[in-house]
Protein backbone atom coordinates (compact mmCIF):
# COMPACT_ATOMS: atom_id res chain seq x y z
CA UNK A 1 0.00 0.00 0.00
CA UNK A 2 2.96 1.99 0.85
CA UNK A 3 4.34 1.72 -2.52
CA UNK A 4 0.66 2.35 -4.06
CA UNK A 5 0.57 5.94 -2.50
CA UNK A 6 3.50 7.49 -3.56
CA UNK A 7 3.25 5.89 -7.34
CA UNK A 8 -0.12 6.66 -7.81
CA UNK A 9 0.74 10.15 -6.70
CA UNK A 10 3.58 10.66 -9.48
CA UNK A 11 1.78 9.32 -12.18
CA UNK A 12 -1.63 11.52 -11.35
CA UNK A 13 0.21 14.49 -10.20
CA UNK A 14 -2.11 14.06 -7.22
CA UNK A 15 -2.16 12.62 -4.11
CA UNK A 16 -4.48 9.24 -4.00
CA UNK A 17 -6.26 10.59 -0.86
CA UNK A 18 -6.68 13.89 -0.08
CA UNK A 19 -9.28 15.91 2.10
CA UNK A 20 -9.69 18.94 4.24
CA UNK A 21 -8.92 17.84 7.63
CA UNK A 22 -7.32 14.48 9.31
CA UNK A 23 -10.78 13.24 10.01
CA UNK A 24 -12.14 12.49 6.49
CA UNK A 25 -8.45 12.13 5.11
CA UNK A 26 -8.48 8.62 7.57
CA UNK A 27 -12.13 8.15 6.62
CA UNK A 28 -11.61 8.27 3.05
CA UNK A 29 -8.49 5.78 3.40
CA UNK A 30 -10.16 3.45 5.43
CA UNK A 31 -12.91 3.37 2.95
CA UNK A 32 -10.18 2.95 0.29
CA UNK A 33 -12.10 5.64 -1.15
CA UNK A 34 -9.79 7.59 -4.16
CA UNK A 35 -10.21 8.93 -7.69
CA UNK A 36 -9.66 5.68 -9.68
CA UNK A 37 -9.56 7.28 -13.05
CA UNK A 38 -6.27 7.29 -14.27
CA UNK A 39 -4.25 9.18 -16.74
CA UNK A 40 -4.83 8.15 -19.96
CA UNK A 41 -0.82 8.95 -20.88
CA UNK A 42 -0.14 5.73 -19.04
CA UNK A 43 -0.23 2.19 -19.93
CA UNK A 44 -3.38 0.92 -18.53
CA UNK A 45 -1.37 -2.49 -16.76
CA UNK A 46 0.25 0.51 -14.09
CA UNK A 47 -3.35 1.98 -13.71
CA UNK A 48 -4.19 -1.82 -12.58
CA UNK A 49 -0.83 -2.22 -10.90
CA UNK A 50 -1.69 0.92 -8.83
CA UNK A 51 -5.35 -0.23 -7.74
CA UNK A 52 -3.84 -3.65 -6.78
CA UNK A 53 -1.32 -1.87 -5.15
CA UNK A 54 -3.89 0.16 -3.14
CA UNK A 55 -6.06 -2.39 -2.70
CA UNK A 56 -8.01 -1.80 1.06
CA UNK A 57 -7.34 -5.82 2.25
CA UNK A 58 -3.72 -6.51 2.23
CA UNK A 59 -4.46 -10.14 1.33
CA UNK A 60 -5.19 -8.72 -1.92
CA UNK A 61 -2.35 -6.38 -2.78
CA UNK A 62 0.95 -7.90 -4.49
CA UNK A 63 3.71 -9.37 -2.30
CA UNK A 64 7.39 -8.15 -3.30
CA UNK A 65 7.69 -11.58 -5.18
CA UNK A 66 4.65 -10.88 -7.26
CA UNK A 67 5.91 -7.13 -8.29
CA UNK A 68 9.11 -8.05 -8.77
CA UNK A 69 8.11 -11.26 -11.59
CA UNK A 70 5.19 -8.77 -13.41
CA UNK A 71 5.65 -7.99 -16.66
CA UNK A 72 5.53 -4.56 -16.31
CA UNK A 73 8.44 -4.26 -14.13
CA UNK A 74 10.54 -6.59 -15.87
CA UNK A 75 9.74 -4.83 -18.53
CA UNK A 76 10.75 -1.83 -17.01
CA UNK A 77 14.00 -3.34 -15.61
CA UNK A 78 14.91 -5.05 -19.10
CA UNK A 79 14.83 -1.12 -20.32
CA UNK A 80 17.18 0.25 -17.16
CA UNK A 81 19.48 -2.51 -17.77
CA UNK A 82 19.88 -2.14 -21.48
CA UNK A 83 20.00 2.00 -21.04
CA UNK A 84 22.96 0.92 -18.09
CA UNK A 85 25.00 -1.02 -21.02
CA UNK A 86 25.11 1.48 -23.47
CA UNK A 87 26.35 3.76 -20.51
CA UNK A 88 28.64 1.54 -19.73
CA UNK A 89 30.15 0.94 -23.37
CA UNK A 90 30.46 4.55 -23.87
CA UNK A 91 34.02 5.78 -24.13
CA UNK A 92 35.50 7.28 -21.21
CA UNK A 93 35.19 11.20 -20.93
CA UNK A 94 37.68 13.27 -20.12
CA UNK A 95 38.10 15.23 -16.80
CA UNK A 96 37.50 18.55 -18.67
CA UNK A 97 34.13 17.60 -20.33
CA UNK A 98 32.78 15.45 -17.12
CA UNK A 99 33.71 18.36 -14.61
CA UNK A 100 30.75 20.13 -13.67
CA UNK A 101 31.13 22.99 -11.05
CA UNK A 102 28.60 23.05 -8.22
CA UNK A 103 29.57 26.65 -7.48
CA UNK A 104 30.98 27.97 -3.93
CA UNK A 105 32.71 24.56 -2.72
CA UNK A 106 30.61 22.15 -4.65
CA UNK A 107 31.02 20.26 -7.71
CA UNK A 108 30.07 17.18 -9.19
CA UNK A 109 32.65 15.39 -10.97
CA UNK A 110 32.41 12.67 -13.24
CA UNK A 111 28.93 12.39 -12.60
CA UNK A 112 29.71 9.66 -9.80
CA UNK A 113 31.03 12.31 -6.62
CA UNK A 114 29.25 14.97 -5.04
CA UNK A 115 31.13 17.25 -2.97
CA UNK A 116 28.87 19.29 -0.78
CA UNK A 117 29.60 22.79 1.02
CA UNK A 118 29.34 23.45 4.69
CA UNK A 119 25.56 24.20 4.45
CA UNK A 120 25.25 21.14 2.57
CA UNK A 121 23.51 22.05 -0.87
CA UNK A 122 26.65 21.62 -3.20
CA UNK A 123 24.50 22.50 -6.48
Known amino acids: ?4 CP ?3 MCALRPAF ?4 LTSLRAKIARCQYDRKFPHCYPSALGELIESLLAHDAA ?3 TAAALAASLLLADSMRVLEHR ?5 TKKPRTTAES ?5 EGGSVSG ?3 LSL ?3 GSGL
Do not use: F, I, K, Q
Request: zero cysteines.
Open 1 to 4: WALG
Open 7 to 9: LYE
Open 18 to 21: SATT
Open 60 to 62: HRP
Open 84 to 88: DALVN
Open 99 to 103: SVSGG
Open 111 to 113: GST
Open 117 to 119: DSN
